[in-house]
């Protein structure tokens, strides 16, 4: 089945700086790469995704990369606010099962 | 909609008690998945549902643990009899299988087994 590592597990950046998080995927068959950002207590809520057929995705502060053949993809956080502070999880979906990664703990310090 | 709605929020019981936890998936959606979060393990799949219809079961934990989708607006999740260790955070959460679309989660059920 699929198995998806995340690195790190905790991450810690100046205001400003810029973040990046990154996952390997096990199963070649998995076309979905969602992020989720969880605040405590909160749900996940999802904040970008890619599809197995693009490369690359932006949105505003966040951008994610997907390298199909080293069967990798990252996020990365532009320009980062305390208000980034969370849980981030990255997953994988293949044949309708979304498994996540372990998660990495940002803290963005002012 | 009203979102992926769980129930209760909060759940203490006492080893060796039923505990019984309940979701309602987005309307429309066909998929449901239920998730397991602590420190330790992250976010574990348990089970998801397609179409009603158990897909995978291969990550509940054991036979103490049941699901069931009765139809597509409901969805249970069993422990009997409980344990200690199955105090955690359960999501349940939904989408459109048709498109691998998002996965809406609902606000959870934290349970504490005493």
């Known amino acids: 089945g699929e198995n998806v590592e995340q690195h790190p597990s905790t991450l810690s950046v100046q205001e400003g700086d810029s973040a990046v998080i990154k996952c390997t995927y096990s199963d070649s068959a998995s076309n979905y790469f969602p992020w989720y950002k969880q605040e405590l207590g909160k749900r996940p809520q999802l904040i970008i995704d890619?599809?197995?057929?693009?490369g690359e995705k932006k949105d505003q502060r966040i951008a994610v990369t997907l390298n199909k053949t080293a069967k990798h993809f990252s996020l990365h956080i532009t320009e980062t606010q305390p208000e980034d502070s969370a849980v981030y999880f990255c997953?994988?979906?293949?044949?309708?099962?979304?498994?996540f990664g372990q998660g990495t703990e940002l803290s963005v310090k002012p | 909609d009203a979102g992926v709605i769980q129930s209760p929020r909060h759940e203490v019981t006492e080893m060796g008690q039923e505990v019984t936890l309940r979701c309602k998936p987005i309307s429309g959606h066909n998929s449901l998945f239920w998730y397991r979060q602590t420190m330790m393990r992250g976010l574990e799949l348990l089970i998801y549902?397609?179409?009603?219809?158990?897909?995978?079961d291969s990550g509940m934990p054991e036979d103490r643990f049941s699901a069931k989708m009765p139809n597509a607006s409901f969805s249970t999740l069993k422990i009997q009899p409980s344990e200690p260790r199955d105090s955690a955070v359960y999501f349940c959460a939904s989408n459109l299988r048709v498109g691998n679309t998002e996965a809406f989660f609902g606000q959870g059920t934290r349970l504490t087994v005493v």
């Open positions: 997953a994988a979906l293949k044949g309708g099962k979304l498994i």
């Open positions: 890619i599809r197995s057929n693009v």
């Open positions: 549902f397609n179409n009603n219809v158990p897909i995978d």
